[in-house]
């Protein structure tokens, strides 16, 4: 028989305000509860919770101190109603303005038929109308329900009919997506009035300033729904009291206040995300907005740094993404405060984003919806270590208590894994419209003596030395396997710290011979996981049952509504084949992938490395292929490009090796469109074209458009080649793909000198219109010429020594000795002279596409190409777009004047050299100049 939380036998209690609770037979009942049914069969027990507590309300008030999150905001609109309150984009909404259109949204719901405990759905995109349609529902007195038209509308008729939702507040560009809403009051928040200037009233009346009418602590504030055991989602219902408690002490524990600017990232889905536009409005400051569209990691940071961005908070796996561009790119705006939630962080992501984005703070911010959004914080220096597999999840924030209970709900030691209980004031009233639930989850709390209750997490945790709380695992993600207990966690973790693994998820799956471990790993930037090799990294740090069977790589994790990995989408490895073979040919070589892979069977259209092959197994299978296909023409190479059986087939069915596009000159077409001169984009040095995706956006599909592979991504490492030999393969390509209307071509900082020489050898071949370059720089200290005086022999042996140091462990010495053989005497000195500025200790992480050695190297081998670069005029026009920064910090920016027929110099505004490319106002200038020659064209 079970006992403790889980007991088959239980009571049902109930306290002073009417809450009901289960709690385990024979135990004392905690102060301020008393038995409202004796114990007995825990079914029968929830039954009669279900019929007695059908007025899940509060039958009292809450004691609070504090004004509710529209209280607080509508005095702050009242005292500085021209302080910004949202920047999105080039909008600038005020303190006044919000407040406005929030009086004219309540004024509207309220006449619509919400008020105190009424539920208003929400449909809006990204932007300032939807936190203004928020804050207007909580004023109004009712409860907002945040939808996300993108769900699907099957899921959002569910969450609306579930909720008992009365209002629907949505626009003309969401309502054709959302369900069917009928018997719903729909109002479109485009009738409401807009954002226009502080103290302006919406049409409706009510704005300007105006004080928000006393709401009561115990009522609704909002209702978000969470994933459920059973499939269907369940809501949680948040009152007031508990979420101003909790605004005001994450404010705090933030260090935020009117200076304050806060990046907004997450989904309105997602509870967090309404804690990061209410607590910097409550604390005085902004929000910057992003809109619906997500953004690459250098458009956020480009975004961080024209804001003035304070404060940033992003899902743990998008962390990871900004500190591997950080990283790369080496120049991060200054930034107070980084958090990240919602899954945990592993140890070598969390020092990875110290040491690339260089924060003040950073801060692990951990809760379930239950516990009002994030009721823990580990809040560190980025510099901070920690032994465990996770980073830290904290201590509670404001009138919050955290318990480490056993299964009896007694504490356990410090230091010894228990369950995670939640209590104090900051938490859910419950399940919306399920009281049996809720009565399990929401137990009386046994320490507390005036009738509070703790809510059970799932999360197993210990207590560290410093009292804050490590992360181990799930409680359900404990399973047991071969007679092993296994917490899945723990593997995980260990995955995460292969070196070329960015995030790993592990569950467990039943097959043929019984319960085993599954894995799936997504690849570290630049690298390419091979499962074999995982696994046998895995067994030399773990008991053989903990290592996976299988380690299936995924491009990305499939995530949920709110962010998360969604363990239920993970692929099946074992999935249906596909087409079955059809020739002799796709037959053979599908029976030695299945025999070597081992697998029942393979179909024709599976790629080889998705099925869980690898390197060592593809050299084996290579060896069978040689036997079974003599003079195939099969390499290595042909099996890591991860091909499919037919893929294989066709190239042996020929007798020759395909054209693979690797050579330097390996063009990616981005955008089919016709009759316009086409787009040539050439990428900067380390970076390949991604960054351009705003520009194709901007442009729309009707803009032809390619670009080439950047050419010091290779995956050998070979020096850069040539700037003229480049320069001669990018123009045949262009000859090959340029229509008849001519080209321009467009280079971003080292790509503008590639730009710039493939012109010349276009002349005469095919039209350039311009050679458009973004932030084109020269060399700057210590490589470029004379820029410094050589050094003394003392200082020039102190700088040789640690670098003597560093090569003599150097995965890539022999590449080093290479490229240093080539250097001059200045040169040579340029080069200690940079190495003993590197702030962090010099990498010896190898020369695999992305690691930081790697980009050393590549960046030393251009600043030595550009030593010896000597550009000659031409006849061609250049159009030299300047970020605003670099010309006010002295870079060395590239001066065309002499060298070009005709030269046009343009200052962007509020850019640098690393985001010149994501800035709308240059997308705007090379839309117009494109225009302009269609136009001309056409006329």
């Known amino acids: 028989m079970r006992m403790g939380a889980d007991a088959d036998m239980v009571a049902v209690v109930v306290d002073g305000l009417g809450r009901h609770a289960l709690w385990p037979a024979g135990r004392p009942v905690p102060g301020g509860w008393r038995q409202a049914r004796p114990a007995g069969d825990r079914a029968e027990a929830i039954a009669f919770v279900e019929e007695a507590w059908t007025d899940m309300r509060p039958a009292g008030l809450l004691a609070t101190q504090l004004p509710t999150v529209p209280e607080r905001l509508a005095a702050l609109a009242a005292r500085d109603p021209g302080h910004p309150a949202i920047l999105f984009g080039e909008q600038v909404v005020s303190r006044g303005a919000l407040d406005a259109m929030a009086g004219a949204v309540a004024a509207a719901a309220r006449r619509a038929g919400a008020g105190p405990e009424a539920v208003v759905a929400v449909a809006l995109g990204r932007s300032p109308h939807a936190v203004a349609a928020y804050l207007g529902v909580m004023r109004a007195g009712a409860a907002f329900l945040p939808l996300d038209p993108s769900h699907p509308k099957e899921r959002l008729a569910y ?268 938490l859910a009233r419950g399940y919306l419209n399920r009281p049996g639930l809720t009565a399990e ?182 060896a069978r292929l040689h036997l079974a296909f003599p003079g195939g023409g099969l390499g290595i190479a042909d099996l890591l490009g991860n091909p499919t059986v037919a893929d294989l087939a066709a190239r042996i069915d020929r007798g020759r090796r395909p054209e693979d596009g690797d050579g330097p000159a390996r063009v990616i077409r981005l955008a089919e469109g016709r009759g316009r001169p086409a787009l040539v984009l050439f990428p900067g040095l380390l970076v390949s074209l991604r960054e351009y995706e705003p520009l194709l956006r901007r442009l729309g599909p009707d803009q032809p458009a390619f670009g080439f592979a950047c050419a010091s991504l290779a995956h050998g490492v070979e020096r850069l080649p040539d700037v003229a030999d480049l320069a001669r393969a990018y123009a045949a390509a262009v000859r090959r793909e340029a229509g008849p209307q001519g080209c321009v071509l467009l280079g971003w900082s080292w790509g503008g000198v590639l730009a710039f020489e493939t012109a010349r050898h276009l002349a005469g071949h095919v039209p350039v219109h311009a050679v458009a370059m973004a932030d084109a720089c020269g060399l700057e200290a210590p490589f470029a010429p004379g820029s410094a005086p050589p050094p003394t022999e003392a200082l020039r042996r102190q700088w040789l020594a640690p670098v003597d140091a560093w090569l003599a462990g150097s995965p890539m010495r022999r590449h080093w000795q290479d490229l240093r053989a080539g250097m001059d005497g200045e040169a040579a000195d340029g080069f200690l002279r940079f190495m003993a500025a590197e702030p962090q200790p010099l990498p010896v992480d190898g020369p695999s596409v992305g690691s930081r050695e790697r980009m050393l190297f590549t960046l030393v081998d251009h600043a030595l190409q550009m030593r010896r670069l000597a550009l000659a005029p031409q006849a061609v026009m250049v159009r030299s777009f300047e970020a605003e920064r670099s010309r006010a910090e002295g870079r060395p920016i590239l001066d065309w004047r002499g060298l070009a027929a005709g030269v046009a110099v343009e200052v962007v505004p509020a850019t640098d050299h690393l985001d010149i490319v994501l800035a709308p106002a240059f997308h705007d200038r090379i839309a117009a100049l494109l225009d302009g020659l269609a136009a001309r064209a056409a006329a």
């Open 441 to 622: 989850r929401f137990l009386p709390d046994p320490f507390a003596e005036r009738g509070e209750r703790m809510y059970r997490t799932g999360d197993m945790v210990r207590r560290r030395a410093d009292g804050s709380l490590a992360y181990v695992g799930r409680e359900d993600g404990q399973v047991k396997i071969r007679g092993f207990r296994i917490e899945l966690g723990e593997i995980e973790a260990r995955l995460r710290e292969q070196a070329t693994v960015r995030e790993a998820v592990v569950v467990k799956r039943e097959g043929p011979a019984g319960p085993g471990l599954l894995g799936y790993v997504t690849p570290a930037p630049g690298r390419t996981p091979e499962p074999g090799r995982l696994r046998a990294g895995l067994a030399a740090l773990l008991p053989a049952p903990l290592v996976p069977a299988r380690i299936v790589v995924l491009d990305r994790l499939p995530l949920g509504p709110t962010g998360k990995v969604d363990r239920a989408a993970l692929p099946e490895p074992a999935a249906a084949p596909g087409r079955k073979p059809r020739t002799a040919t796709q037959r053979r070589i599908a029976a030695l992938w299945a025999e070597m892979l081992g697998l029942p069977e393979v179909g024709i259209d599976r790629p080889f490395l998705e099925l869980g092959g690898d390197s060592l197994s593809g050299l084996r299978l290579l």
């Open 159 to 426: 969450q609306l009919a579930d909720s008992g939702a009365r209002v629907l507040l949505t626009d003309a560009g969401h309502a054709g997506m959302l369900p069917d809403p009928a018997g719903l009051a729909v109002l479109d928040v485009g009738d409401l009035g807009d954002l226009g200037e502080p103290g302006e009233p919406g049409e409706l009346g009510e704005g300007g300033a105006q004080p928000a009418p006393p709401l009561d602590p115990g009522s609704l504030a909002y209702v978000i729904y969470t994933s459920g055991s059973t499939g269907r989602p369940k809501g949680v219902a948040v009152e007031h009291g508990p979420l101003a408690m909790h605004v005001a002490t994450t404010a705090v524990a933030y260090e935020m206040d009117a200076a304050s600017r806060e990046l907004h990232f997450l989904s309105f889905a997602f509870d967090g995300a309404h804690e990061r536009w209410m607590v910097p409005l409550a604390a005085g400051g902004a929000i910057v907005l992003r809109g619906d569209a997500l953004w690459t990691p250098a458009e956020t940071l480009a975004a961080i740094r024209r804001a003035g961005v304070t404060h940033a908070g992003f899902p743990t796996s998008y962390m990871a993404e900004l500190a591997a561009w950080g990283e790369a790119m080496g120049e991060v705006p200054a930034v107070q405060c980084y958090s990240f939630g919602g899954e945990a962080m592993a140890r070598a992501t969390f020092e990875r984003i110290g040491r690339a984005l260089r924060p003040r703070i950073l801060i692990n911010g951990y809760g379930p919806t239950e516990a009002v959004i994030s009721p823990m914080v580990w809040k560190v220096a980025p510099t901070a270590r920690f032994p465990e597999p996770y980073a830290p999840i904290g201590s509670p924030v404001g009138e919050r208590v955290a318990h480490v209970l056993g299964p009896d709900l007694q504490p356990v030691a410090d230091g010894e894994t228990g369950e995670l209980w939640l209590g104090g004031s900051g």
